[in-house]
């Protein structure tokens, strides 16, 4: 609440408010309503840290579902080797607008992209992912998973295109993953990162990807306004 507070202030830099949620809980409801807000744009659960079948439980799926009838969305946060287990959510829950964050936490430092075979096969979920039509990709956290010689667009250029040519780009939106981006090659240098990978495409595609994208996805309507 405190932060949706914040966004709803005028001169300040945030303008919506993605909230931490447990779904697996029967009081998510009543959480819902705690923290209810024009702000609130959606709920996030970290997935990676928790049992793989937390999201196939039905009380998980029936919260999930709530969110899409409050309009409101949920950022998935799971690893590579999960990206099936969110593909199944996203199906369950067909009412409900789905972020996937992180690009879904590929091995860059274990991946040999894009000979690899955990690259490939990290491109085959990915693109079953998004063939689903409730689900977009978040561009993000990537340098955090990489080693430190691969903390360049000349090494994470194959995931960027992989996720370009899933997702497209009316359906992917951008994330400095701030403070988690200290534990690669922090925030500046993921910015350049990202302007040297989105440097060849048409600037109607950049400003979606970077702006237009997340404002419309979250529900962002004052976002042109304040940026």
């Given at each position: 609440r405190f932060f949706c507070e914040l966004a709803g202030d005028a001169g300040n830099a945030i303008l919506g408010v993605v909230a931490s949620g447990r779904p697996e809980h029967d009081g998510f409801g009543d959480y819902l309503d705690k923290i209810a807000s024009p702000k609130l744009a959606g709920i996030?659960?970290?997935?990676?840290?928790?049992?793989?079948?937390?999201?196939?439980?039905?009380?998980f799926r029936e919260n999930v579902a709530r969110l899409g009838a409050r309009g409101l969305t949920f950022d998935l946060c799971v690893l590579q080797r999960q990206l099936g287990l969110a593909a199944e959510l996203a199906r369950a829950c067909p009412s409900t607008t789905f972020i996937l964050d992180h690009c879904g936490v590929p091995d860059i430092a274990g991946n040999d992209a894009p000979r690899?075979?955990?690259?490939?096969?990290?491109?085959?979920?990915?693109?079953?992912?998004?063939?689903?039509?409730?689900?977009?990709?978040k561009i993000s956290g990537l340098t955090a998973y990489a080693a430190a010689h691969q903390r360049n667009a000349a090494h994470l250029r194959p995931y960027i295109d992989?996720?370009?040519?899933?997702?497209?780009?009316?359906?992917?939106?951008?994330?400095?993953?701030?403070?988690?981006?200290?534990?690669?090659?922090?925030?500046?240098a993921w910015c350049?990162?990202?302007?040297?990978?989105?440097?060849?495409?048409?600037?109607?595609?950049?400003?979606?990807?970077?702006?237009?994208?997340a404002a419309r996805i979250y529900k962002l309507r004052d976002a042109a306004d304040r940026l």
């Amino acid at each position: 609440r405190f932060f949706c507070e914040l966004a709803g202030d005028a001169g300040n830099a945030i303008l919506g408010v993605v909230a931490s949620g447990r779904p697996e809980h029967d009081g998510f409801g009543d959480y819902l309503d705690k923290i209810a807000s024009p702000k609130l744009a959606g709920i996030r659960r970290v997935l990676h840290t928790q049992p793989d079948e937390l999201s196939r439980s039905a009380l998980f799926r029936e919260n999930v579902a709530r969110l899409g009838a409050r309009g409101l969305t949920f950022d998935l946060c799971v690893l590579q080797r999960q990206l099936g287990l969110a593909a199944e959510l996203a199906r369950a829950c067909p009412s409900t607008t789905f972020i996937l964050d992180h690009c879904g936490v590929p091995d860059i430092a274990g991946n040999d992209a894009p000979r690899g075979e955990g690259f490939r096969q990290w491109v085959s979920a990915i693109r079953d992912f998004a063939a689903l039509s409730n689900v977009n990709g978040k561009i993000s956290g990537l340098t955090a998973y990489a080693a430190a010689h691969q903390r360049n667009a000349a090494h994470l250029r194959p995931y960027i295109d992989t996720m370009l040519e899933a997702f497209g780009p009316s359906r992917l939106v951008w994330g400095g993953d701030w403070p988690v981006v200290n534990l690669g090659s922090g925030l500046p240098a993921w910015c350049d990162i990202t302007r040297e990978l989105l440097a060849g495409l048409p600037e109607a595609d950049r400003s979606a990807i970077l702006l237009e994208n997340a404002a419309r996805i979250y529900k962002l309507r004052d976002a042109a306004d304040r940026l």
